[in-house]
Each structure stands twice: as structure tokens, then as C-alpha cells.
């Protein structure tokens, strides 16, 4: 089923309404906005890598607010538990009644996510693959759509566990936020008592962004595109810095990022540009590099960049 010019003309629309309307209270900061879109409109989930008061946490309640969709924050500690998380059995009258718990929302913000101990970490592994939760043998489907938006501060080092490779090749991408240049700041203090009234509307629906989700679907891609997403990820295996490169799932993810970046750029097609750009928010954090690499201050960046310049894009026509 071909993608419609209508279809990606309504795409447009949606996604610009949302975008301009987050933009309200997210001062700059457009790029990493675009690439969060994308990789929901993707069906995928989000590590937001930054320092404390980078607008985390305000970027992911506004993007909710924009699709009207249902919201939940779970704030992780150490002693968070799993049926904190999924929600419990209680004795009600003659019975065990089910209470659903934070992770039943469309948009899940799970606040330093590295801070939950690793069992309570598990519990997110079947709900981000499956769209499901299991508690005492018995299965409920998590609402349509349903994404995870996870932070992280990367300076924190006590009291963290950092996560399984198993989770972090489940976050289809990952954007670093950082501070924000002067004259942002400045716009940012200046408008402080606005952004913290949290202006912003809905504009578009849960239905709206599932319309997204398909027609993102329908975007066309060559072979030889997929092929070079493939021969991309086979790369980080045979790079001399790094000790664990990307899984299958990695190019899945970069595909079906890609196709999210196309379409928001209005296009029915993928292009080696869309895949260059999404590569580097979608593969290293799916990588480990080898100690002697990091001795040389080489960043998982840095390898990705590298891999990017070497592997041949496909000639457009061929």
C-alpha cells in the first residue's frame, strides 16, 4: 500500500501544529524536538540524556498535552518496586482486584530511569517490546500508543544502576540535551512565569498521532537503503574501538526512524540523509566501546561518525 500525497500533506500538518505548539514553552532546542517526534511517530521509546533543569521532564509533559494524550511521571529511586511501577493485586470484598499502576498512560516519563534498582528496570522490558504487562500470570495490554520517554543525568555516578545493554537496544533513540546558548537563556528567564503556567494545548489526538504512526509505515524505501542501514550496523562490530556493537534490532529502529524523519520532512522516500542524521541518535547507545578507546577520549559519537564517512551511501538511480 502506496503512501498518498494527501496523506503526507496531513502528516505535515499534525506534526508542524505539535511542534509549534511544544515550542511554546521549549525555548530552542528544535532539532532534538524533531528527532523526539520522529522517533515516536516511529512507535519508539526515548532516552533524554541531560543535566538537571535542560526542560526533561517539561518537554515530555508538553508533547503529551499537545496530542491530548494521557500522561504519567514515575520519579525512580532505589527503593521504587516493580508493583510501583505495573500496579498490584488487592483484596477487594471476596477478591483480587488489579490496580493498574503509573505505566498505564500513552506517554510514560520515567524520571532518572538509572536510578531504579535492576529489578524494577525488568519491568519495563515487556511493556516497551510487547505493549504489555504481566503481574501474577495474568496479562494487560497497555494503552495505544504508548511510548516510554526515559531520563538520565549523565554526570551522576552514586546511587545509579546504569542500564542493561537488554533495555538500552530497547529505546529506539537517544538526544542529548544541553544548555541552552545565551540569548536562549535569557528568553527562557525572561519568560519563566509563562513556561511554568503550562501554556500548551492539544492540537492533535491519540488518533492523530496512530494516523502518524501508519503512514510513517507506508513511506517507501529502496533496497539499497536497506542495505545500507544493514551494511551500518554491521560496522560497529568490525570497528577496532568497539568491544559490543549493534544488535538487528538497531537497524529495525534506524529504519523505521528514518522513514518517521522522511515523512516529517515531507517526503514519501527515505534518503541516505535521513539515515546519516538518525544513525547518529539511534546507534551509540547501543554500543560499547573497548576500554583502550575510551583511555583516548573516543566517544561512541565519534566511532559513529567515523562509520558514517566510510560506509558508501547507495548511488541515487542505481
Same mark, same amino acid.
Not at 52 to 65: D, R
Not at 73 to 92: A, E, K, M, N
Not at 190 to 212: N, Q, T
Not at 285 to 296: G, N, S, T
Given at each position: ?6 496523506? +503526507?500533506?496531513? /502528516? @505535515? ?34 532516552? %533524554? ?26 520519579? #525512580? ?68 500508543? #504508548? ?7 549523565? @554526570? ?14 530497547? #529505546? ?47 513511506? $517507501?524505501?529502496?533496497?539499497? @537503503? ?17 568491544? %559490543? ?11 523505521? /526512524?528514518?522513514?518517521?524523519? /522522511? ?21 551509540? $547507545? ?24 566510510? +560506509? ?7
Amino acid at each position: 500500500m502506496a503512501l498518498k500525497s494527501e496523506d +503526507v500533506s496531513k /502528516a @505535515i500538518s499534525i506534526a508542524s501544529s505539535v511542534l509549534n505548539e511544544v515550542s511554546k514553552v521549549i525555548v530552542g532546542k528544535r532539532d532534538e524536538l524533531r528527532v523526539i517526534l520522529a522517533s515516536i511517530i516511529a512507535g519508539g521509546h526515548v532516552i %533524554l540524556e541531560g543535566v538537571p533543569g535542560v526542560a526533561k521532564t517539561t518537554i515530555a509533559k508538553s508533547i503529551a498535552a499537545a496530542f491530548k494524550l494521557s500522561f504519567s511521571r514515575i520519579q #525512580f529511586t532505589p527503593d521504587v518496586l516493580p508493583s510501583d511501577v505495573l500496579g498490584t493485586h488487592v483484596y477487594v470484598g471476596d477478591r483480587f482486584v488489579f490496580r493498574k499502576g503509573p505505566i498505564f498512560a500513552n506517554i510514560v516519563l520515567a524520571d532518572e530511569i538509572n536510578r531504579a534498582n535492576p529489578r524494577t528496570q525488568s519491568a519495563f522490558l515487556e511493556a516497551m517490546q510487547e505493549g504489555q504487562v504481566t503481574v501474577w500470570g495474568e496479562t494487560f495490554k497497555l494503552p495505544r500508543p #504508548f511510548i516510554v520517554l526515559a531520563t538520565m543525568n549523565p @554526570i551522576e555516578l552514586e546511587g545509579v544502576y546504569p542500564l542493561p545493554e537488554a533495555q538500552l537496544d530497547r #529505546f529506539m533513540a537517544l538526544v542529548k540535551l544541553d544548555y541552552p546558548d545565551r540569548d536562549e537563556e535569557v528568553e527562557i528567564v525572561a519568560r519563566s512565569d509563562y513556561i511554568d503556567s503550562m501554556p500548551v494545548k492539544p492540537v492533535a489526538s491519540a488518533e492523530d498521532l496512530l494516523f502518524l504512526q501508519k503512514a510513517a509505515s507506508l513511506v $517507501h524505501v529502496e533496497q539499497s @537503503i536497506i542495505e545500507y542501514i544493514v551494511d551500518i550496523v554491521r560496522a560497529t562490530r568490525e570497528d577496532d574501538n568497539v568491544f %559490543l556493537g549493534a544488535s538487528p534490532r538497531a537497524g529495525v529502529h534506524l529504519l523505521r /526512524a528514518s522513514r518517521a524523519l /522522511a515523512l516529517l520532512e515531507g517526503r514519501g522516500f527515505v534518503t541516505p540523509d535521513d539515515v546519516k542524521y538518525m544513525a547518529l541518535r539511534v546507534l551509540p $547507545h547501543r554500543i560499547m566501546l573497548k576500554k583502550k578507546a575510551e583511555a583516548l577520549g573516543i566517544t561512541r559519537w565519534d566511532v559513529i561518525s567515523n562509520i558514517l564517512k566510510s +560506509v558508501k551511501p547507495p548511488t541515487p538511480g542505481v
